[in-house]
Structure formats: structure tokens, C-alpha cells
């Protein structure tokens, strides 16, 4: 059956379509005009409202009480159908710190999870976040679980993925570090500064051994001094970077986040959530890698105070990127889905709303609340008015 929107805002890389129309049939995009089409078996009005790509969020660990660390199908499965609500189409299924045994057991999960009689948002692959980070910079990810890079660990991690990890985040400054960034690099898998205390110097050469992308800025990693820049810096300055940023207001004022845009542009920065298994639930106290996490005031912390991720969605970090520093219709797509797609080797099919492309929209009012989300051409989503 074939879905034809019209009289809707179309957001396209270059330009936005005021009311134009786009027409889907078998999970692809076949047809964007300026006009009606009048070929759709259904026709949706969408006057008032946006057509963007469908989010892709590279930083999640979980949401609607599931947690990749769970390490079933029905975890990935959950987090899945739920992100849809938020307009997210795609993401990276997020470990973190644990036991060899835990992250071997998640990363099999994923490898074997095909997704399939699943309605929601695909799973791209797998973000590695740890267990080759710094213990100063340990933030929520335990402690006792963190190990120095180790290539020949890699790649039994990597073996357990069925060949699904895409991003790895390390701590480059840590022995074995740089053998292992030239590692990643060799194999085609994006290496990631975070949770790591590197000077500027050391991030800069871990640039030139092949990182190219930055977890969490700001978060966990050497900040910006006038004597040394750090990652922060390195961050800010190496145009060769790819720079995830939590924009709830909690994990960086909304200034931080300005100071942030104005370094990375649209061209540099991707929105990500970094949430666990409390988003889309009622405050109260849950799990993080066996660390009880409290979340109130949409903050999420551990018993010390420390930052647990986070219980954003990414269509929130979008209204208020809108909302706070104006951004155009074009900066919002690369920043929610464009750079993705492209970093990820996806942009064949994800991050614009083109001929050929995956038909993963969300339709969207001014200030971002989701109305509808399609998934490969799947309904998966309708706001109840």
C-alpha cells in the first residue's frame, strides 16, 4: 500500500518544501514534489506540520525499563518500539563498563537480534562505551570494571557482536590506546574520545592515529584551559571531529551548549540522548550496570551525586536547540539525523527525505512534539490528540 503526505512542510537537506507532498510504498521513499502527487492508495493532510528523517540517536543505553546491559531480545526489543514516540527511526544499542562476561553476553544478544516482527526504530549496530576509558573519568560507568585497551580484548568483543559494534569509546591517553584507535581504524569502526582525561596534545595525536568522533561533550573528559585546551579543546578546534552533545540543560547549561554550536556548526555536532532504562518512566530509583540510580527533576544520578545518563529524548534536545539558539530547519536535520547517517555509512538510506531512501519520518509541529513516526514505512507511532 502506497502512502502519500500532502500540504506538508518537507525538510530536505538543502531547502524545505512549504507544502509539497511525499510518496512511500514497501519501506522506500519513491516520490518528493512540490505538488500533489495524487498517487498514494492513502492520503494524509499534514498541513501545519513538518516531515523530518527520522532521528538516529549513536548514544543510547536504554529506555522504558529496558537496558541493552540486560542482554535480551525483549530489552532491544523494548527500546525499540518505544523510541518511535520521539521520533527516533534508528539508533546504536549502547553497552557500558561491566564484566568481560556482561558486555560479552549483551554484545552476543545484539549481534543475534535481526529485529525482525519488531515495529519501531532499526538497530544500526552497537556503540562500545567501555571498559577502555579512564578511571578518572570513570563518571556512572563502575570503576572496577574499567581495563586498558586491549586489541586482542577488542576483537573477542567484537566476535561476540557478529560484527555489529560501529563505535567504540576510549580513553586514548591509556596504554594500548593508540594500537587499538589504528586497530579500529583498519577494521572501519569509528573510534571515540570519552570518558577520558587527555591533554590536548594527547587528544590530537589520537586524531592523527584515526579517532574521529567525541562522546559527550563536555561530560567526563579533560575540559578547556587556557594552558591546555584538552579534548574539550581538541573538540572544538580539529574539524576532522564528529561531536555528540547532551542537550537536556543538565548535562551543560544552555550557554555551554551555544559556546559548543557556535565551535561545531550544524557540520560537526549530532544530538544524542545517553538515556537509560528510566526514560518514558515515573521518577523513582533504577538499575545502572548494578548501581542503583535515582532520577528526579528529570536528572538521573547516582547516590553521590554523579550523572547517570540521562532521561532525554531526542525530540526534546531538538526543541530546545530550535527554541534557545534558532536554528534553521537544514541545521536540525544534520544535527538529528544527517551527520549520523553519514558518519555511520548510512546515508545510502537514512538522514534525508529523498527518492530511494528508507521512508523513516517524523512528522512534527514548531516546537518538536511528534504527531506520527514511520519506520520503514511502518506507522509505528500517532500522537492521541
Not at 552533545?245 to 545517553?274: C, F, G, N, P, W
Given at each position: 500500500?502506497?502512502?502519500?503526505?500532502?500540504?506538508?512542510?518537507?525538510?530536505?537537506?538543502?531547502?524545505?518544501?512549504?507544502?509539497?507532498?511525499?510518496?512511500?510504498?514497501?519501506?522506500?521513499?519513491?516520490?518528493?514534489?512540490?505538488?500533489?502527487?495524487?498517487?498514494?492508495?492513502?492520503?494524509?493532510?499534514?498541513?501545519?506540520?513538518?516531515?523530518?528523517?527520522?532521528?538516529?540517536?549513536?548514544?543510547?543505553?536504554?529506555?522504558?525499563?529496558?537496558?541493552?546491559?540486560?542482554?535480551?531480545?525483549?530489552?532491544?526489543?523494548?527500546?525499540?518500539?518505544?523510541?518511535?514516540?520521539?521520533?527516533?527511526?534508528?539508533?546504536?544499542?549502547?553497552?557500558?563498563?561491566?564484566?568481560?562476561?556482561?558486555?560479552?553476553?549483551?554484545?552476543?544478544?545484539?549481534?543475534?537480534?535481526?529485529?525482525?516482527?519488531?515495529?519501531?526504530?532499526?538497530?544500526?549496530?552497537?556503540?562500545?562505551?567501555?571498559?577502555?576509558?579512564?578511571?578518572?573519568?570513570?563518571?556512572?560507568?563502575?570503576?572496577?570494571?574499567?581495563?586498558?585497551?586491549?586489541?586482542?580484548?577488542?576483537?573477542?568483543?567484537?566476535?561476540?557482536?557478529?560484527?555489529?559494534?560501529?563505535?567504540?569509546?576510549?580513553?586514548?591517553?591509556?596504554?594500548?590506546?593508540e594500537e587499538l584507535i589504528r586497530h579500529l581504524k583498519t577494521r572501519g569502526i569509528i573510534?571515540?574520545?570519552?570518558?577520558?582525561?587527555?591533554?590536548?596534545?594527547?587528544?590530537?595525536?589520537?586524531?592523527?592515529?584515526?579517532?574521529?568522533?567525541?562522546?559527550?561533550?563536555?561530560?567526563?573528559?579533560?575540559?578547556?584551559?587556557?594552558?591546555?585546551?584538552?579534548?574539550?579543546?581538541?573538540?572544538?578546534?580539529?574539524?576532522?571531529?564528529?561531536?555528540?552533545?547532551?542537550?537536556?540543560?543538565?548535562?551543560?547549561?544552555?550557554?555551554?551548549?551555544?559556546?559548543?554550536?557556535?565551535?561545531?556548526?550544524?557540520?560537526?555536532?549530532?544530538?544524542?540522548?545517553?538515556?537509560?532504562?528510566?526514560?518514558?518512566?515515573?521518577?523513582?530509583?533504577?538499575?545502572?550496570?548494578?548501581?542503583?540510580?535515582?532520577?528526579?527533576?528529570?536528572?538521573?544520578?547516582?547516590?553521590?551525586?554523579?550523572?547517570?545518563?540521562?532521561?532525554l529524548t531526542l525530540s526534546k534536545a531538538a526543541s530546545l536547540m530550535k527554541k534557545h539558539?534558532?536554528?534553521?530547519?537544514?541545521?536540525?536535520?544534520?544535527?538529528?539525523?544527517?551527520?549520523?547517517?553519514?558518519?555511520?555509512?548510512?546515508?545510502?538510506?537514512?538522514?534525508?527525505?529523498?527518492?530511494?531512501?528508507?521512508?523513516?519520518?517524523?512528522?512534527?509541529?514548531?516546537?518538536?512534539?511528534?504527531?506520527?513516526?514511520?519506520?520503514?514505512?511502518?506507522?509505528?507511532?500517532?500522537?492521541?490528540?
Open positions: 500500500m502506497s502512502v502519500e503526505y500532502q500540504n506538508v512542510r518537507i525538510v530536505q537537506k538543502d531547502r524545505t518544501i512549504e507544502e509539497g507532498s511525499v510518496l512511500f510504498e514497501e519501506g522506500e521513499i519513491r516520490n518528493v514534489s512540490d505538488s500533489p502527487l495524487g498517487r498514494g492508495d492513502t492520503v494524509i493532510d499534514g498541513k501545519g506540520l513538518s516531515l523530518f528523517p527520522g532521528f538516529i540517536d549513536v548514544h543510547i543505553h536504554g529506555a522504558n525499563g529496558h537496558d541493552v546491559m540486560d542482554a535480551t531480545p525483549e530489552a532491544l526489543q523494548g527500546i525499540a518500539e518505544i523510541l518511535p514516540e520521539e521520533g527516533t527511526t534508528s539508533f546504536l544499542a549502547t553497552t557500558m563498563t561491566q564484566s568481560p562476561e556482561n558486555i560479552e553476553r549483551a554484545l552476543r544478544n545484539a549481534g543475534s537480534f535481526t529485529g525482525e516482527n519488531v515495529s519501531g526504530a532499526e538497530m544500526l549496530g552497537v556503540h562500545l562505551e567501555g571498559p577502555f576509558i579512564s578511571g578518572r573519568k570513570a563518571g556512572a560507568q563502575p570503576v572496577d570494571y574499567i581495563r586498558e585497551p586491549s586489541v586482542t580484548k577488542f576483537e573477542s568483543y567484537r566476535k561476540a557482536s557478529n560484527d555489529m559494534i560501529s563505535l567504540v569509546t576510549l580513553a586514548p591517553e591509556e596504554k594500548g590506546g573510534a571515540s574520545m570519552g570518558h577520558t582525561d587527555a591533554t590536548f596534545d594527547e587528544a590530537e595525536a589520537a586524531v592523527e592515529a584515526g579517532v574521529s568522533h567525541v562522546t559527550h561533550l563536555y561530560n567526563q573528559m579533560s575540559g578547556l584551559h587556557h594552558r591546555d585546551p584538552g579534548v574539550t579543546g581538541a573538540a572544538f578546534t580539529d574539524p576532522r571531529l564528529m561531536v555528540e552533545l547532551i542537550v537536556d540543560h543538565i548535562h551543560s547549561r544552555k550557554e555551554a551548549v551555544e559556546i559548543a554550536y557556535r565551535q561545531l556548526t550544524d557540520e560537526r555536532m549530532l544530538l544524542i540522548t545517553d538515556a537509560m532504562r528510566a526514560k518514558c518512566l515515573p521518577e523513582g530509583t533504577y538499575d545502572l550496570g548494578g548501581q542503583d540510580v535515582t532520577v528526579e527533576n528529570q536528572k538521573a544520578v547516582l547516590e553521590d551525586g554523579t550523572l547517570a545518563g540521562s532521561i539558539l534558532h536554528l534553521s530547519d537544514q541545521e536540525l536535520l544534520a544535527i538529528t539525523s544527517g551527520n549520523a547517517a553519514g558518519e555511520l555509512g548510512v546515508e545510502n538510506r537514512k538522514g534525508s527525505i529523498a527518492p530511494g531512501k528508507d521512508a523513516d519520518l517524523v512528522l512534527v509541529d514548531n516546537d518538536f512534539n511528534v504527531h506520527a513516526t514511520w519506520c520503514r514505512g511502518e506507522l509505528v507511532y500517532e500522537r492521541k490528540e
